[in-house]
């Protein structure tokens, strides 16, 4: 099984900038990192696919957040600037080892993740 450690989190203004890590035991084919707020659901945020090195990203966070990463030590990055109040969760890191065929669902849709770390908190005040 492959754990999941995420870290970065942390406490900042509006207009300010965090970046996240997240870290895989083992090897994996895609990683993400998804948001939960207060009373929301989970919602998908970016992925990093190795096997066709693309990046996706959700129309809430495309031009402020850039996801990249080392494929050979199984991290990600999730560069953060421009943070806004609404960008204030828990982020979570996930990730799948098997090559996923159903399309764009394949990243942005959280049950198709085998793998999930504990997730940190960002806050952004006003």
């Known amino acids: 099984q492959v754990q999941l450690v995420e870290s970065g989190g942390g406490l900042v203004q509006a207009g300010g900038s965090l970046r996240l890590s997240c870290t895989a035991s083992?090897?994996?084919?895609?990683m993400a990192w998804f948001r939960q707020a207060p009373g929301q659901e989970r919602e998908f945020v970016a992925a990093k696919d190795w096997s066709s090195d693309n990046t996706y990203y959700s129309d809430s966070v495309k031009g402020r957040f850039t996801i990249s990463g080392v494929n050979a030590d199984n991290t990600v990055y999730l560069q953060m600037n421009s943070l806004k109040p609404e960008d204030t969760a828990v982020y979570y890191c996930?990730?799948?080892?098997?090559?996923?065929?159903?399309?764009?669902?394949?990243?942005?849709?959280?049950?198709?993740?085998?793998?999930w770390g504990q997730g940190t908190q960002v806050t952004v005040s006003s």
């Open positions: 083992g090897r994996t084919d895609t």
């Open positions: 996930g990730a799948r080892s098997r090559t996923c065929y159903g399309g764009s669902s394949c990243y942005t849709t959280s049950r198709l993740y085998a793998y």
